[in-house]
């Protein structure tokens, strides 16, 4: 996956500036940055949501939207499905969609991660409704991953798992973005950590350079980096 020189805007105010970014296949990629800082926005850039008029995008070599589309599995929050869908329909509707979904892959992840596909979409509780996401985004079988906020409201026992599937269930070759505001939890997965701040890519770096050259764990990293105490 490679950005360059990508420049947004909504509503006349600059979100992203001069970002340019190359990550190599098969990394689990951290996106850290605090509330407002843009990662929903570039995941969303990525996966061809929003359109930009500055800057090329390049997915598994491609860069029209429509085929980086297809290489592409964007966690949706589900927000276009009515409360009395089920999960079945919901199920059948990604089946229909996507090309590249499994139903064999999405009830092994289901089965693991406890859901029941007779239940309707309002009767999930936060946690429930997390673990489907992330069943239905790891059902297909893409090249980059990109899971936004996927343990937001989960509890711990419920994280893991999440976090426990998401290892399972990542292809050797395919790369997954995450970004999540619990640092930690989401630590133990983490080959590279990229930081967004001031609209910037500030920072990618292997988890491995943290540890070696600043002897400090990721969340601390991240902190340092936002407070200025690392330039
Ligand atoms: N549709 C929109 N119209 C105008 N501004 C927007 C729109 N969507 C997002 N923004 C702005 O873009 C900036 C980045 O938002 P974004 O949701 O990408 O941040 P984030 O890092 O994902 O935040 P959080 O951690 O709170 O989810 C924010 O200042 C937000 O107000």
Redesign the pocket.
Known sequence: MKIEELNYK??G?K?LEDVNLKLDSGKIIGLL????????????IIAGVNSVSEGVITVNGNTKKILIKENVSLSDHLDGFKATNKISEIVHFYNAVYQDFSITKYEDIANFLGLDMTKKLAALSTGTRGKLVIALTLARSAKLYLL??PLSGIDSISRKKIISSIIRWKDDDSTIII?D?YVTAIASLLDEVVI?KNQKIRDLIPVEQIQSDYHLGIEAYYEKVYLGEIQ
């Open positions: 909504k509503g105010k979100i940055g605090e509330n407002g800082a843009g990662k929903t926005t570039l995941m969303r936004d906020e970004s505001h967004i």
